[in-house]
């Protein structure tokens, strides 16, 4: 289930990245859906929120950005050939590494920001409620698939 959470993610930053037409659309109702849910159960007071969305709206921008280079590298090593030299193939997993590094770098990073900002309990807060969008993201597509997969006999 987190695969397709994440598969789901995903697409929405292929959208962001697209930035045309329809998908544009999509990848702006989803931001602001994402936004809304969060907004309503993280309980943020106006000082945490004036200060807390700058930060997560930056990391979301990053982690994208990170994300991108993951599966860039990800599609690297799927299509490697077994036939590359083995320092070529040293240096390809030796990217891939570090790019999971630099990723996981960067969740480190923000949680210690927004311990600056929130109560920890917020902090743990947070993360159950992005899950909790995760679930209600796959919730809703796997919905609209069945919707739209009873529509047509």
Known sequence: MLTIAVLLFAQS????????????ERWEKYKAEKVAFLTTNLDLTPEEA???????????????????RRREMEHKVRDAE????????????????STQEKEGALNTKYNEE?????????????????????????KKYRDQNRKEGSKHP
Do not use: C
């Open 13 to 24: 930053t292929v959208f962001a990245q697209r930035g045309q037409g329809h998908d544009k």
């Open 50 to 68: 004036q200060k807390f969305w700058p930060v997560y709206n930056q990391m979301e921008k990053e982690k994208s950005e990170m994300q991108m």
């Open 82 to 97: 077994e036939t590359l030299s083995d320092n070529e193939i040293i240096k390809l997993t030796r990217e891939f590494a």
């Open 114 to 138: 927004f311990l600056k900002i929130l109560s920890p309990q917020k902090v743990l807060k947070l993360y159950k409620v992005e899950g909790e969008f995760r679930m209600y993201l796959f």
